[in-house]
């Protein structure tokens, strides 16, 4: 598996500077936007204090974990797209700790899969994971730094969720079929075809993202909203008491 990402990366150089500015470019934004809230808010804690590193940590590796177990939904869209549950690990994390912690976890996440399972896909795959989930993660944890209440928590998740949908929607459009296409030397109109056997109004590249890459974003973005609105008040005393052992560790 190692030759084989090795092999991928001297292959792939380019792109792979590509997702080095694609990472480097979400975690300055996310940066700025905590500095703003929490300048908003009078918070004096420092964006990745040791505790946080510790639990961005653990975050990662159970959304890398996660990953590993995607699956398709053959009824929506074709079998090679794929939903998984590794952004809700970096929800939390993006509630508990902000926005950098989130994007981290979902950038981390992505060298735990390639570690766990390679890349089947040339790291273009992986890249538009990495993109996809954070246009999730990043707006729903910076509206609920900016004003920390369940209210401020839905609306986070809903705008989380539109923006991933229309981002995703866009991307494939213009960027990661007619990548899959030239990757796999599969004409473009062939895997439109595939989308037509599924859903007979697919016509066309317009039509297939609107009726099938936007159903899969949103199905995948209110499930993680879901589970996060679940899960999030009763992992916060766990959250808590890392935090209590981490601080006492650094001290």
Known sequence: MGNGLLESAKENLGFLG???????????????????ARAKNGGTERILATRKIVMIGMFSALSGILYCFDFSIPVIAPEFYKLDFSELPAMIAGFAFGPVAG???EFIKELVKLVLKGTSTAFVGDLANFLIGCMLVLPASVVYMFHKSRKSAILGCIVGTIVMTV???WFNAFYLLPAFSKL??????AILG????????VKDLTSFVILMVAPINIIKGVGISVLTMLIY?????II???RTMTEGQSR
Do not use: H, Q, W
């Open 18 to 36: 590509v997702c080095l500015v694609a990472v480097v470019g979400l975690v300055l934004v996310a940066y700025l936007l905590e500095r703003a």
């Open 103 to 105: 994007v981290l976890v």
């Open 167 to 169: 981002f995703g929607t």
């Open 184 to 189: 796999f030397g599969l004409p473009l109109d």
């Open 194 to 201: 595939m989308g037509s056997a599924i859903n007979p109004a």
């Open 233 to 237: 008040k009763k992992v916060s005393p």
């Open 240 to 242: 808590k008491y890392g």
